[in-house]
Structure formats: C-alpha cells, structure tokens
C-alpha cells in the first residue's frame, strides 16, 4: 500500500472513531434533567404530603425514563469497555461515590444540627455536582478513548 493511502486510511479511521466516540456520549441536557429530576424526588418525598409525593415520585419516574430512554434511542452505537478501560471505570465510580458522599455527609449532619428538610439541602449540591459534573466527566472520558491508540488497548 502506498504510504498516502496508508495514511488517508489511517485518517478515516480516526474520523470514524471520532465520530463513534462522540455519539456515544451522554449529552449535557441529560445531566441537568437527572439533576432537577433528583431534588424534585427528595423534596416531594421530604414533604410528607401525600398527593406531593405522590406527583413527585411519578414525575420523577416519568422524567427518568424519558430522558434515559431518548439517551439511549439516540445512541447508534455502543463503545465496548476496552475502549473505556479501567481510568474510564474509577472515573465513573470516583464521581458516582463523591456524591453520594456529599449527599449523605451534608444530610446526616444538617439532620443533627436540627435543620428543616436537611435532604432536600443535601440533595442541592449533589444535583448541581450531577449537572456539572456529569458533562465534565463525559469530556474526560472522550478525550481518555480517543487517546487510545487504533489497534489495540493501552
């Protein structure tokens, strides 16, 4: 093969990887509606009003399921786990278990300290980290799986 060709090749599969790569990432909006869906869940339930919670709870089931399930139509493709490897998966993991720390942390405490509806509080950060963090995670994972070279893992 002619080394131009090679590397036009070489190009198109780059291009390819991109693009698969892109595709498969959670959008932005998706992390601000997990956000808002998650405070309206807790503060319905932290009501103790029943037709509340009751409103709170389908409308967070609805919200769910739609914004996962047009996530998940959307998506054409699904990047195997080699690509995502064992940073994209402690990645995860740290960000997922930062906020629940922060979430129940921040809970337990205003709980002790005596304040009204300390969940619901708690649960502010925790949505704000989810819709901020979310995207920058998924920008880090982007940039880990496309710095992963063509033919094989790293």
Not at 11 to 26: C, H, K, N
Not at 57 to 69: D, E, F, P, T
């Amino acid at each position: 093969m002619d080394p131009i060709d090679a590397e036009l090749a070489l190009a198109e599969v780059r291009i390819r990887r991109d693009q698969v790569v892109s595709s498969t990432l959670v959008p932005t909006w998706f992390w601000l509606a997990i956000g808002a869906l998650m405070l309206l869940f807790v503060a319905s339930i932290e009501s103790r009003i029943p037709w509340l919670i009751a409103t709170g709870s389908a409308l967070y089931g609805l919200g769910l399921a739609a914004a996962i399930g047009v996530v998940a139509f959307r998506s054409r493709v699904q990047v195997r786990n080699a690509l995502l490897g064992l940073r994209g998966a402690v990645a995860i993991t740290v960000f997922a278990l930062t906020l629940v720390a922060i979430g129940l942390g921040l809970g337990f405490a205003l709980e002790a300290l005596g304040a009204p509806h300390p969940a619901t509080i708690a649960m502010a950060p925790v949505a704000l980290g989810t819709a901020f963090g979310g995207p920058r995670l998924m920008a880090y994972l982007r940039r880990l799986m496309l710095s992963r070279p063509l033919a094989g893992a790293r």
